[in-house]
């Protein structure tokens, strides 16, 4: 929902849904990408501690610290507290996210999550295969965990450096594998890499569970309950001898995401305007309450917790088992090691050609109906981003082997994640060497794409500026009255300015509780439609949104020449309002709820629309028109 706007500040052009809830896939990455960079930086770290001082590394993460309440209390050494506490929060936000494309992303079409899913276990599967391979009757075959899972902060930080050469649907489709590789790793966890269960704990957590369970088919509001709630599921997991970590990815999964429904939001206007009448602590509360109802939960968690996981927990997980003593003698042993080359070729080869063989087998065999949502060449580059196996790889390293074996086993890991990024980096070099029209089919395929825009654009019914029959359709819902359409207008005309085959669609969407004068001032853009003079009209009131009373209008319809008395008469009998009130439908049915609000080509642009950000979002458009048209 817009609102007033003295000067730019950092929210200035961007869509209101990144000024509320600056969390979908997108910023989930910029997040990924900065974390990564945190995460190289303590893993250097932890390497030079531990080759520095290894007494002092290991005494600190040997450190006892135990949390009491009463008689009963948990005890675990430092390191144990982050691979187990503080990790679930991490496993936390890689469900939110998982479930936050499931809701509202390229998976909401429930196919769609088939061929990942597939994909993530052909490339375990392969990774896991080789491994054994190195490890065939030796005791070190009892770590083929370890060549499992992909690590998120590291795969999505890496992809995410790629830009603009790499689809936003890949990300969609790696955060799918990365999900799948987690839930499976986990699992495994809980069940090979457990050495004894207490059957009675094991109960007490499902129980627990299933209590969070009912709460949320109660629909129950409260961070508190579920926090409480997932926190005995964790202890009762911890002493029934099972990787309580897992409780972190099951609560993110249950979080709902959805878009903010335009009843919540007017009823949180309804109470801050009591709270600004009788500003009383009861109206206050009851306005904050307001405010996050209009807002899923998954996204306000995902707000909170993501930084902190990307910056401070996998971080502080890499500065606590990263460590390695580095000697030539090590070096010497782990060369040959099947425990390091097994984790190492398992990652680099496995990973990417299951992941891309499976993706084409399953294509071949559903006769196209089940494919990729990117090209092969992107399919391509994501198998090899998955072969960067860190966080929940060093996790199961740290339960399968102790001494020396670890050591080799955290060489792999690191071995693996540097050599995944090398090959990475080169098949998207090797891509950008394509001729531009053959690279853009190898990047962005032929597969269709989901729309988000529940009305067609219609060139019979809708306001257009540019060509009818463009190949780029750049819709936006926008409020005459709103300031931050008006700073999206100068925008909008240079897009049309630098692009020849891009056609501009306004729509109405009059916030009319916040701005008094909007449904007046569309209103009158249609008045001065029916003279063949809307983008006149629209020029105007975006040019002067502080003056939108009644004797406003009519002056600026003899300003751009149009019969005042007719344009008076149809105004005053409000002739335009069924079309705004079919634009306002049509918002509400695409999950519009506040303005400005972009679609191109059918999907909504989540992210800043200054120009530099709008037109590459028209050039990816284009691109992926022109490569299913080939």
């Known amino acids: 929902m817009s609102g007033p706007v003295e000067a730019e500040g950092p929210f200035s052009r961007r869509t209101a ?29 932890a390497l030079a501690w531990v080759n520095l001082d290894a007494s002092s590394y290991d005494g600190v993460w040997e450190t006892p610290l135990s949390i009491n309440l009463g008689d009963a209390g948990v ?26 494309e499931f809701d509202l992303g390229e998976l909401r079409e429930r196919r769609r ?49 790629f830009g603009a050469r790499v689809p936003d649907r890949l990300r969609a489709f790696i955060l799918t594998v990365v999900v799948v590789d987690d839930i499976l790793a986990l699992v495994v966890i809980a069940t090979v890499y457990t050495e004894t269960v207490d059957v009675s704990a094991l109960i007490a957590a499902s129980g627990l569970f299933a209590a969070v369970l009912v709460a949320r088919a109660l629909r129950l509001r409260g961070g508190a309950i579920y926090l409480m709630l997932g926190a005995a599921v964790w202890v009762a997991l911890l002493e029934s001898g099972i990787e309580p970590v897992i409780v972190g990815l099951a609560m993110g999964l249950l979080t709902y995401a959805y878009p903010a429904v335009r009843s919540d939001l007017d009823l949180a206007v309804e109470r801050f305007r009591r709270f600004r009448e009788q500003p009383t602590p009861e109206l206050q509360r009851s306005a ?11 996204e306000r968690l995902a707000q909170l917790f993501h930084p902190w996981t990307s910056y401070v927990i996998v971080p502080l997980f890499a500065l606590a088992n990263a ?40 294509a071949r065999l559903s006769r196209g109906r089940l494919r990729p949502p990117v090209g092969w060449a992107a399919v391509a580059g994501g198998g090899t981003i998955a072969g960067i196996g860190f966080t929940v790889a060093l996790l199961i390293a740290s339960l399968a ?39 853009e089919r190898v990047l962005l395929g032929t597969s269709e794409l989901l729309t988000d825009l529940a009305t067609n654009v219609d060139p019979e019914r809708d306001h257009i500026r540019g060509p009818r029959e463009a190949a780029v359709s750049v819709v936006e819902y926008g409020d005459f009255e709103c300031p931050y359409c008006g700073l999206a207008e100068p925008v909008v ?13 306004w729509r109405h969407l009059p916030l009319t509780d916040v701005h008094r004068h909007a449904q007046l001032a569309a209103e009158a853009a249609e008045a001065a439609a029916d003279q063949d003079a809307f983008w006149e009209m629209h020029d105007k ?11 406003d209008l009519v002056g600026y319809a003899e300003e751009i020449g149009v019969d005042s008395g007719r344009f008076s008469e149809y105004l005053r009998e409000r002739h335009g309002a069924n079309r705004i009130a079919d634009d306002v439908d049509g918002a509400d049915l695409s999950g519009v709820s506040g303005t400005p609000t972009f679609f191109i080509n059918g999907r909504r642009h989540y992210g800043a629309y200054d120009i530099a950000t709008l037109s590459a979002a028209v050039r990816a458009a284009g691109a992926r028109a022109r490569a299913g048209a080939t």
């Open 113 to 161: 999550f088939a061929l990942p899913v597939l994909a993530a276990i052909g490339g375990m599967a392969l990774a896991v295969a080789i491994y054994l391979a190195f490890n065939a009757g030796d005791s070190s075959a009892g770590g083929w965990g370890i060549a499992m899972s992909t690590d998120t902060a590291f795969a999505l930080g890496l992809l995410a450096l």
């Open 288 to 298: 904050r309450q307001g405010l996050r109802a209009a807002i899923s939960p998954n």
């Open 541 to 551: 009131l975006l040019e002067h949104q502080d003056a939108l009373e009644g004797a």
């Open 401 to 439: 082997f102790a001494g020396a074996a670890l050591e080799e086993a955290k060489l792999g890991i690191l071995g693996a994640a540097a050599g995944a990024s090398l090959v990475t980096w080169l098949v998207f070099r090797a891509t950008d060497l394509l001729p531009e029209r053959r690279r």
């Open 493 to 505: 005309r240079e897009l049309l300015g630098d692009f020849a085959d891009i056609r501009y669609v």
């Open 75 to 100: 005890e675990l050494d430092l390191r144990h507290w982050v691979n187990s506490g503080l990790m679930t929060f991490f496993f936390f936000v890689v469900g939110l996210e998982a479930r936050r």
């Open 17 to 45: 849904w990144v000024r509320n809830v600056p969390t979908p896939l997108r910023d989930f990455l910029s997040t990924e990408t900065g974390g990564a960079a945190v995460l190289l930086a303590a893993t250097i770290a």
């Open 323 to 362: 460590g390695i003593a580095i000697d030539s003698a090590f070096l010497e042993r782990a060369v040959s090691s099947p425990i390091t080359l097994g984790i190492l070729f398992g990652y680099v080869i496995g990973k990417p050609v299951g992941i891309v063989g499976v993706s084409w087998l399953v």
